[in-house]
């Protein structure tokens, strides 16, 4: 993936739709292009109940009032199985959706799945309200920090 180009339009299984996101009923898989007219956050994230996707996870949700202000819905997606995603939003009381990539369709897809890996690098991708991807985070190092270091960016696509 590069910036500049659409998103793959991929379905993936949801552990908690109901928080959050436009034209989507609780249950329901996620298509990209469902949130079409919304910007995106989509945070990859190595394993639920880490400490450091614990730390970004906590951060995320903490600013989610100010992301929902710019008109933009975070998606956080692992490689875990459903009930572990299920399990770490409640114990976090996460206010955004988590996706279960267990068959590792948009890890593949989005390149964040090393060879011979079964989880997903901590990256994140930026999409604008078309659907196109604006910004790439590939190498998230300080996992408590980026948040705020997305949220700036997405305040800047405003001006």
């Known amino acids: 993936m590069t910036e500049g180009q659409p998103a793959p339009d991929l379905e993936i299984p949801a552990a908690n739709i109901e928080t959050a996101l436009p034209r989507a009923k609780s249950g329901q898989p996620l298509k990209l292009s469902d949130l079409k ?6 945070w990859f994230f190595p394993r639920a109940m880490t ?3 614990t730390k970004e996870a906590c ?6 009032n100010e992301f929902a202000d710019l008109d933009t819905v975070i998606v956080g997606v692992s490689t875990d199985p459903l009930p572990k995603q299920q399990k770490f939003t409640e114990k976090e009381k996460l206010n955004f959706p988590l996706y279960a990539d267990a068959e590792f369709k948009f890890a593949k897809a989005f390149g964040v799945l090393p060879p011979d890996k079964k989880s997903a690098t901590r ?3 930026i999409l604008d309200k078309k659907g196109t991807i604006v910004k790439i985070y590939p190498r998230v190092k300080k996992a408590g920090d980026h948040p705020e270091e997305v949220l700036k960016f997405i305040t800047s696509m405003k001006a």
């Open 37 to 42: 007219g919304k910007n995106v956050v989509l």
């Open 51 to 53: 400490s450091g996707c």
């Open 59 to 64: 951060a995320f949700r903490d600013r989610q």
């Open 123 to 125: 990256a994140t991708f």
